[in-house]
């Protein structure tokens, strides 16, 4: 077990966020802890072409799809779950702060209304902030798969946006889940 | 990227992740550890759930993280953990290399500038706690060793059993102080740290001040405990069993 306590401590609050915004809901920790146990038995097969970090977040998303079959269903409440209620870093101007969290609901709004497949790669690529080849890691896709799917994603965003008026019944809705 | 309007809107993306409300990670390491612990255990172990997250706990981890910056890197599997760490090789202020040497040695020598001193004068030449683990007792005889131009000794050892235990405690958390060459270490939970256990006889080399490796203290080391409670580093030499071995690391007094 030599230094994998190290990993773990390094590498938990990203996995457990990683299973989190895809879907895993409460068994996120579940999740992350099946992971590590199975990364550690498959140490032999790493190659540490994109890292440790990848290599981890690819079981990761493997044991979140397979908890996805196993539900037969996915967890679609999850990004509503998880925003708005946490006031973020103090906002530079007060006055922004209403404003920007307004945006932010609406944001996840126009989010729940694109595909699975889009919104993962959004998630894993911006919310997380992973870079292409982690992205390609945890969704089990090819780098220019991430690529052309996230551009894609980003251009249908950008519609559903223009099209959508941060209305009442959203932010009711987002306020709701 | 191109486009500024796709660039602007994958900012705001990123903001939305900072802002958003995930439950915090808890502590997975005692679960993982143990699981792995039993590795022919066929049903998983009792999955832990936790109130309420334990942070101090999880800074405990982030400290002996900084301090662990390196691993042992035996086995493909170690290497692949260690290459994942970058490589480096140290804990607790000793730096281990996996290599194995030709055990002929030449003859204990001692450390530098090493000289017998009391246990309160130790205590109180010392930048760093000199604590004494309940399970031995008052040790039989102390030495410093290395002292900076205050006095202050970078070493201290305590003696038991005629001289066949000792107890190196040294401030190692900024540059290793010991160079051990071995294979076959293994990582033990103590009491809130983790340690390494050197199950076999191993070359073991001092590190000066200076960073400058002593060739001349070279000697081999019997089994041997390391570990570190962020303020001091030990290094157990001469108890058989690691099980013992950690009842005395866990009865360090303060």
């Known amino acids: ?177 | 990227m191109v486009n500024p309007t796709e660039g602007s809107l994958a900012a705001e993306l990123r903001e939305l992740g900072r802002h958003l409300d995930v439950p915090e990670a808890p502590d997975l390491r005692p679960a993982v550890l143990d699981r792995l612990a039993a590795p022919h255990q066929t049903d998983p172990a009792p999955r832990r759930r936790f109130a309420f997250p334990r942070r101090p706990r999880w800074l405990v981890a982030v400290a002996s993280a900084i301090l662990v910056c390196a691993l042992v890197a035996v086995s493909p599997a170690r290497a692949a953990v260690a290459d994942a760490v970058d490589g480096l090789l140290r804990f607790a202020g000793i730096e281990i290399r996996p290599e194995r040497v030709n055990p002929e040695l030449p003859a204990p020598s001692p450390l530098p500038s090493v000289r017998h001193a009391g246990l309160d004068e130790a205590r109180r030449l010392a930048n760093f706690p000199v604590r004494v683990p309940d399970q031995l007792g008052e040790p039989e005889r102390v030495s410093v060793a290395d002292p900076a131009p205050d006095g202050s000794p970078r070493v201290v050892s305590l003696f038991y059993r005629g001289g066949a235990v000792r107890l190196d405690e040294f401030d190692g958390a900024l540059e290793p102080a010991f160079m051990k060459q071995a294979q076959g270490a293994e990582w033990v939970a103590l009491d809130g740290y983790s340690a390494l256990w050197f199950p076999a006889p191993h070359p073991v080399t001092y590190i000066d001040r200076t960073g400058a490796e002593r060739v001349e203290t070279a000697r081999l080391a019997g089994p041997t405990l390391i570990w570190t409670d962020g303020s001091a580093s030990y290094r157990l030499e001469g108890v058989a069993t690691r099980e013992e071995a950690q009842r005395i690391a866990e009865s360090l007094s303060p």
């Not at chain 1, 967890?75 to 870093?89: C, I, N, S, T």
């Not at chain 1, 101007?93 to 126009?110: F, G, I, N």
């Not at chain 1, 980003?154 to 889940?177: T, W």
Request: charged residues 30%.
């Open chain 1, 1 to 177: 077990m030599d230094g994998y306590e190290y990993l773990l401590a390094r590498h938990t609050a990203t996995a457990h966020r990683t299973a989190v915004l895809l879907g895993a809901g409460d068994d996120a920790e579940d999740v992350v802890q099946e992971a590590f146990v199975k990364a550690f038995q498959r140490l032999g097969n790493y190659r540490g072409e994109s890292g440790f970090r990848a290599w981890l977040l690819a079981i990761v998303g493997n044991e979140t799809r397979n908890l996805h079959r196993s539900r037969r269903r996915r967890d679609g409440l999850v990004l509503r779950a998880v925003v708005g209620l946490r006031p973020g870093p103090a906002p530079v101007d007060p006055s922004d702060s209403a404003e920007a969290s307004e945006r932010r609901q609406h944001l996840v709004a126009a989010l729940q209304r694109l595909n699975e497949r889009e919104r993962d790669v959004l998630v894993c690529r911006y919310l997380l902030d992973l870079s292409e080849s982690e992205t390609a890691a945890t969704l089990d896709l090819s780098k220019g798969t991430v690529k052309s799917r996230a551009f894609r994603a980003l251009a249908k965003l950008r519609a559903v946006l223009g099209v959508e008026r941060p209305g009442a019944g959203i932010a009711r809705e987002v306020a709701g889940g």
